[in-house]
């Protein structure tokens, strides 16, 4: 969900034409995906930021992202003709439909600007950056409950400064989303809406993080909570907008930052990733989850 450049994973701690379908795969309603493009949009999560091999500059998208391994799988079965990946490192919801921007500079355009009537499916992660006032989004708040371990060590300090702040922000988020999935649909009426959620990042019992993560295990069992929050808001607002919400996190599940067996680095990865953000594996998991979903 962060921003991808060096100097801020420091500071955080830490296709294009219509064609005929041949052998179409299967969305969750039983429908073929309708031919045409296939575009990606997202955050961090959805551009695999740190996972070989980069590009995009900042954006740092990378070629075994989610999309790219869905993109894959549905060309070998032709199911659509070409692939978009417009995904971008620190993208709140807003930068679905306005220019994103780092220190004043543009950094990837509007990115519902590669929807158009002929795209035939869309996949989305997207709102986790909402929840910090940086660009580094969650990673933002692991850093603050970081900061504040020390001030209370075995109670909650981070969920005692943010209160409902991060409830109101995610309360925020959910209308700019809402608006995006139907902008989206307004643009391509035929496409086939997909949109991920998060995958688990951390576990159910915070004590497994126990001199893995900076942060005490009252704050750790918050954060969770948040990213069930932030999950159950993306996942509602999906479904009240015509769009199918994709399940990563129990996928995940067992493999989180504090796991022996890592799909979600740490907050110091072993693996070429972001901290708290999904390897090359979890990424391959998501996408496996996503063609699930399209396969119903």
Known sequence: MSRAVPTTAVCALLAASLVTVAAPAHA????????GTYVAL???YAAGAGVPSQSAGLCMRSSRNYGHMVAETLKREAATSSYKDVTCAAAKVDALTTTQTDVGIPVNGPQLDAVTR????VTLTIGGNNLG???LGFVDVVATCAA???TNPFGAPCRDHYGDTLDK???AAA???AAALQRIHAKAPRAKVLVAGYPAVLPDDPKKCLFKMPATT????YLRSVIGKLNDMVSTTAAANGATYVDTFNATKGHDACSSDRWIEGILPVKPALSLHPNATGERVMAEAVLKALRG
Do not use: M
């Not at 969750?28 to 031919?35: E, L, N, S, V, Y």
């Not at 009252?218 to 069992?221: I, Q, R, V």
């Open 28 to 35: 969750a309603d039983g429908g073929a995906i309708p031919a």
């Open 42 to 44: 997202g955050d961090s």
């Open 118 to 121: 002929d795209t035939g499916l």
């Open 133 to 135: 006032t940086s660009t």
């Open 148 to 150: 504040l371990s020390v």
């Open 169 to 171: 922000r995610l309360d």
């Open 175 to 177: 209308p700019q989303l």
């Open 218 to 221: 009252g704050d750790l069992a």
